[in-house]
């Protein structure tokens, strides 16, 4: 009896040590997997409160100053091109194509360069005063976004003039991005991933900049807007190869089928992508924030949202 008793102990003990062994094993690999996954509850709460903020109106306020800011921008490159149109005709055609989006613009404004000199520094100073003038909506456009995202108290814009400059230089070094990745997509394929690489880290870089004259709660470093930065690097890029093999073609033909108005709509949609995308980017980069120093911490009070608002 005490032998089958010795080995039913043992027979336990292997049982109790296997099952142990499983559970081990299981919690390991739950820890791989959320270690794995850790980003996308991040994301999801990230998600939730761009909605309860409103971020697709944030985005498409922004988005709509951006297109008058785009519309401005065309003017300038159509008057600027227009200074050596006369001796080389394609040569507009080809600058104002070469800006992407803000190509439509361009060419809008091709015939209205074309009337003589006079019509040519009118547009160039109009356009270079109209840049400023939504230059300086965009950016506080942008600040209301982080105002919401973070939150912090509402600031008045300090520098408005310069503020709208240094969006219209990140804008500008954003589209030489864009045109030197598809030069170097269109002379060399072999380097298309490479060049794919090169524009994320271009526009991380531009968005991380942005992000850090943007407002932003005390204490708030370069490693706390690098999530959000990168997320702008990857968006933008999924935009710029949506726009070069789905909207190139829209533009083409939306004035032929439905005239000024269609072109408008699809720049439109472009520009609500770029809007969206860095949108959510303020929403993660203040999510991670707030659950790195408390994870337990709940949302802010509604007061600093409507005083941002108004």
């Known amino acids: 009896m005490a032998f089958v008793a010795t080995n039913s102990v043992k027979r336990s003990d292997r049982a109790r040590a296997?099952?142990?062994?499983v559970r081990a094993a299981g919690e390991r690999r739950f820890e791989e997997t959320r270690e794995r996954t850790r980003w996308l509850p991040l994301?999801?709460?990230s998600f939730e409160r761009e909605q309860r903020s409103g971020a697709a109106l944030l985005a498409g306020g922004l988005a709509y100053r951006l297109f008058f800011w785009l519309v401005s921008f065309g003017l300038v490159v159509a008057a600027a091109a227009s200074f050596w149109e006369r001796s080389d005709k394609a040569s507009l055609t080809h600058a104002a194509k070469s800006f992407g989006l803000s190509g439509v613009a361009a060419r809008?404004?091709?015939?209205?360069?074309?009337d003589g000199s006079h019509s040519r520094w009118y547009l160039l100073v109009s356009g270079i005063v109209l840049i400023t003038y939504f230059g300086v909506g965009a950016v506080r456009a942008l600040r209301v976004t982080a105002f919401i995202?973070?939150?912090v108290k509402p600031a008045?814009?300090?520098r408005p003039i310069r503020a709208s400059a240094v969006f219209t230089a990140l804008f500008v070094l954003g589209f030489g991005i864009t045109m030197l990745a598809s030069w170097?997509?269109?002379h060399s394929a072999g380097l298309g991933l490479a060049t794919t690489i090169a524009g994320i880290a271009g526009y991380a870089a531009l968005a991380l900049l942005a992000?850090?004259?943007l407002p932003r709660p005390e204490g708030t470093g370069w490693r706390d807007l690098l999530p959000g930065a990168l997320l702008v690097g990857v968006g933008l890029a999924a935009i710029h190869v949506f726009v070069v093999y789905y909207l190139s073609d829209k533009l083409e033909r939306s004035p032929k089928l439905y005239g000024v108005l269609g072109a408008s709509t699809v720049v439109l949609l472009g520009l609500f992508l770029i809007a969206r995308v860095a949108v959510a980017a303020m929403f993660f980069n203040a999510t991670i924030k707030r659950r790195r120093i408390s994870p337990d911490r709940g949302d802010e009070s509604?007061?600093?949202r409507a005083d941002a608002v108004a």
């Open 18 to 21: 296997r099952v142990q062994g």
């Open 156 to 158: 008045r814009l300090h």
């Open 43 to 45: 994301l999801i709460e």
């Open 108 to 114: 809008s404004a091709v015939s209205a360069v074309e």
């Open 211 to 213: 992000f850090h004259l």
């Open 149 to 151: 995202a973070w939150p």
């Open 302 to 304: 509604d007061a600093l």
């Open 184 to 186: 170097e997509r269109h």
